[in-house]
């Protein structure tokens, strides 16, 4: 099956960079996923990585190692706004069709 | 701007009733899913339909059914609710041509409690 790893909560003051990191296990892959979740909110897809390296939108980066089964979600120049749960997923390999399997997410706080 | 909807916000539902939680996608996707969301536990997914009246367990669902008549509408039922089924409930939709580039997309959730 698969499952994923991710730290419950990481803290970081305004305007810094954080890195929130996930490990998997899966039988196979086809890319890691980032989701963003502010609370009392519906989860939004934020980045996707299917080989390995950085891929960066605006202030978010998303990094992936297939060979250590590991990623990383960058933010920098971290706003209050970021204060909000990320989550790391990867494609379930079991039956049909593109499901995800989520990790238990990580609890952003930016402190000012 | 595309939409998953989520016909409640909130719900409390006795034990032992049956209840219905619906969800419209208005983005022609093939594939819609059903999670739920406890604390610590992340999103498990309970039930996905990848095309009108075909569906597919997931990981958790026991003590739920779906139902897909339509190919924009996919509804969970709890067919008689109990109170660890208390729970924010998420409905997502996705393109059955998208290999990840696009993701899903979740509506607001419902969140139900059953007392």
């Known amino acids: 099956g698969q499952s994923l790893e991710q730290p419950s909560e990481v803290t970081a003051v305004e305007g810094a960079i954080v890195q929130i990191n996930c490990t998997y296990q899966?039988?196979?892959?086809?890319?890691l996923s980032w989701y963003q979740q502010h609370d009392g909110g519906a989860p939004t897809f934020l980045s996707y990585?299917?080989?390995?390296g950085l891929e960066e939108t605006g202030r978010f980066s998303s990094f992936l190692s297939r060979s250590d089964s590991y990623g990383y979600l960058l933010l920098q120049e971290l706003q209050m706004k970021d204060s909000a749960s990320y989550f790391c997923?990867?494609?379930?390999?079991?039956?049909?069709?593109?499901?995800?399997?989520f990790g238990a997410g990580t609890i952003l706080r930016v402190k000012s | 701007d595309v939409k998953v909807t989520q016909s409640s916000r909130y719900l409390v539902k006795r034990t032992g009733e049956k209840v219905f939680l619906e969800c419209v996608q208005d983005?022609?996707?093939?594939?819609m899913f059903w999670y739920r969301q406890d604390p610590g536990l992340g999103l498990r997914l309970i039930y996905f339909s990848y095309d009108v009246k075909m569906k597919e367990k997931g990981d958790i669902p026991e003590g739920y059914s779906v139902s897909r008549e339509k190919k924009e509408r996919f509804s969970l039922i709890l067919e008689s609710a109990s109170t660890n089924q208390t729970s924010m409930y998420l409905c997502?939709?996705?393109?059955?041509?998208?290999?990840?580039?696009?993701?899903?997309?979740f509506g607001s959730g419902t969140r139900l409690t059953v007392v």
């Open positions: 990585n299917a080989l390995d």
């Open positions: 899966t039988s196979g892959f086809y890319g």
């Open positions: 997502a939709s996705s393109s059955s041509q998208d290999r990840g580039r696009y993701g899903y997309t």
């Open positions: 997923a990867v494609r379930d390999q079991r039956g049909y069709g593109n499901k995800l399997v």
């Open positions: 983005m022609d996707h093939e594939n």
